[in-house]
């Protein structure tokens, strides 16, 4: 085809002209294996975190009523 | 074990069972073409930064999604092209009325503005969300048609055709392009 348009190879060429950006920091791998860490850390939390002295309190106020009734 | 010499299933299987050096070797394989794609389908480095890293954080916390079926690099490549996706539809819908100038660029216009290079990125920006990954990944990451149809879990045909339709649209662009310069 010459229309004088570009070709694809020429298309692919000048899109490819240009390197993507290096990684930034805070995708490095020590960076990323902390956060990994830190959200499983997270998710593992019981629910009545972070004591559950309050949790039993809590429940226990709830429960108040109903065993005096 | 070396952990080099583990598949990327095997060091995605370490790596959730908290082994650092497998998700370091899985990091080395994957994260580049992860990062180079989100790059250039997001224009902005901050929204391709954090897709890749939510991409990496639920890969290795969440048990759920990948079938541990060998095509590791095609699921990453995939949930990054769908992250932006979403990201850059959250983004217009958020600021829709406003102009959101930082998703039309691609990653080298800034280097190359006013270029054949910058116009060609320019004319990518404007094509459909599936022909850009497409077409970045045959043209930029040179993958072959069976692997960008495994991203995409659509047939070859499908993708070929979608490339050369791609193709031929940038090519259209770019030669009214060179006939206003």
């Given at each position: 085809?010459?229309?004088?348009?570009?070709?694809?190879?020429?298309?692919?060429?000048?899109?490819?002209?240009?390197?993507?950006?290096?990684?930034?920091?805070?995708?490095?791998?020590?960076?990323?294996?902390?956060?990994?860490?830190?959200?499983?850390?997270?998710?593992?939390?019981?629910?009545?975190?972070?004591?559950?002295?309050?949790?039993?309190?809590?429940?226990?106020?709830?429960?108040?009523?109903?065993?005096?009734? | 074990?070396?952990?080099?010499?583990?598949?990327?299933?095997?060091?995605?299987?370490?790596?959730?069972?908290?082994?650092?050096?497998?998700?370091?070797?899985?990091?080395?394989?994957?994260?580049?073409?992860?990062?180079?794609?989100?790059?250039?389908?997001?224009?902005?480095?901050?929204?391709?930064?954090?897709?890749?890293?939510?991409?990496?954080?639920?890969?290795?916390?969440?048990?759920?999604?990948?079938?541990?079926?060998?095509?590791?690099?095609?699921?990453?490549?995939?949930?990054?092209?769908?992250?932006?996706?979403?990201?850059?539809r959250a983004i217009r819908l958020r600021t829709s009325?406003f102009?959101v100038?930082?998703?039309?660029?691609?990653?080298?216009?800034?280097?190359?503005?006013?270029?054949?290079?910058?116009?060609?990125?320019?004319?990518?920006?404007?094509?459909?969300?599936?022909?850009?990954?497409?077409?970045?990944?045959?043209?930029?990451?040179?993958?072959?048609?069976?692997?960008?149809?495994?991203?995409?879990?659509?047939?070859?045909?499908?993708?070929?055709?979608?490339?050369?339709?791609?193709?031929?649209?940038?090519?259209?662009?770019?030669?009214?392009?060179?006939?206003?310069?």
């Amino acid at each position: 085809m010459n229309d004088g348009a570009p070709s694809e190879v020429e298309i692919a060429s000048l899109l490819r002209a240009e390197e993507a950006d290096a990684l930034p920091p805070r995708l490095a791998s020590g960076h990323l294996w902390r956060e990994i860490e830190a959200r499983r850390a997270r998710r593992s939390l019981p629910i009545f975190a972070p004591s559950s002295l309050d949790a039993a309190a809590v429940l226990q106020a709830a429960l108040t009523p109903a065993l005096g009734g | 074990m070396d952990p080099h010499a583990l598949s990327e299933d095997e060091s995605l299987r370490a790596a959730r069972s908290g082994d650092r050096a497998a998700f370091e070797v899985l990091h080395g394989r994957l994260a580049g073409p992860a990062y180079a794609l989100a790059r250039r389908l997001a224009g902005s480095p901050d929204l391709a930064a954090d897709v890749v890293q939510d991409v990496f954080i639920e890969l290795v916390n969440s048990a759920r999604g990948y079938r541990f079926d060998g095509r590791l690099r095609a699921y990453v490549l995939r949930m990054v092209a769908n992250s932006v996706y979403s990201a850059q539809r959250a983004i217009r819908l958020r600021t829709s009325g406003f102009p959101v100038r930082e998703l039309d660029r691609g990653p080298e216009e800034t280097a190359v503005a006013g270029s054949t290079a910058g116009a060609a990125w320019r004319a990518l920006a404007q094509l459909d969300h599936a022909e850009r990954v497409v077409v970045i990944l045959r043209a930029c990451h040179e993958l072959p048609f069976p692997e960008i149809a495994d991203v995409l879990t659509e047939p070859e045909t499908t993708v070929k055709s979608r490339y050369h339709r791609a193709i031929e649209r940038l090519r259209r662009k770019l030669a009214a392009w060179e006939d206003t310069t």
